[in-house]
């Protein structure tokens, strides 16, 4: 970390890394002051531009305190010390810009609907936020199993000694799949079969919300209490794979659910 302070107006036109100059990293307000932590750039950052081989979009760099409230910025936000970056990579989803930036070693990443945040914390913390919702995460690398996508044919997810094949393609996973025997996805959520209809989960955090349809674009309708739901249908969309509720109160990503059947 090596946090500089620049003059706008006096050092603006300078660049920090072969792509990246000062402007691009002032705060929205028109203030002259910005911070930049130039190793995360020149690190990081350009590493990020020369994967993508396409602009970097900066749309929110260094922030001061008044414009950081005026946002609805966190209190004490990496904004605010020149060590935060909301980006969108032009030809990338935020989704991939997560995964590359998780493998060069980045600490701090939040998945937005349509852009990246990445800071240069001293520790770890992944997150994904939809509807305001910020959801901690492991990692942002698929979910796979067995090193790839497959699809699972089992009578139940929790019996492996059940299964009889695991197929990268669904439509084959389909065809092969018998009476009393269920399609899987990656993620152990059923998609075809003897238990893809109605099922239980079991939400265990407080903020996980429900759509009116299976994706993120739909609106939200409301936060599902923690408890046990019944799923009669799943769609994917959106990088999740969604539940329907069988009271009717809308779909939730069941990423963020355990499944119990």
Known sequence: MNVVEY?????????ISKNFQVKEFACKDGSDKVLVDVDFVREYLQKMRNWAGAEININSG??????????????????????????????KTPHEVAQYAESIGVNGILEYDTFTHVDSRDYKYFATVFDGNEVPV???????????????????WNQPESQIGAYESLAN??????????????SGVPVYGALSKDFMVRV?????????????????????PVGSYTIVET???????????????????????????
């Not at 922030?63 to 970056?85: D, L, Q």
């Not at 492991?138 to 139940?156: P, S």
């Not at 329907?244 to 069941?254: E, M, N, Q, V």
């Open 7 to 15: 003059s706008k107006a006096k050092g603006g036109d300078l660049y």
């Open 62 to 91: 260094y922030r001061t305190e008044s414009h950081n409230a005026a946002v609805g910025g966190a209190k004490g936000s990496y904004h605010t010390k020149g060590r935060a970056f909301d980006i969108a990579v032009s030809g």
């Open 138 to 156: 492991d990692t942002f690398k698929d979910k796979t199993a067995d090193g790839g996508k497959w699809y699972r044919v089992r009578r139940n």
């Open 173 to 186: 996973a389909k065809e092969s799949c018998p009476a009393g025997y269920t399609v899987y996805n990656p």
């Open 204 to 224: 265990e955090i407080t903020d996980l919300a429900m759509k009116t349809g299976a994706g993120l674009g739909y609106v939200r309708t409301g936060y599902i």
């Open 235 to 261: 769609k994917e969309a959106d990088g999740y794979t969604w539940g329907r509720l069988k009271s009717g109160a809308g779909w939730i990503a069941l990423e963020y659910t355990k499944i119990i059947y």
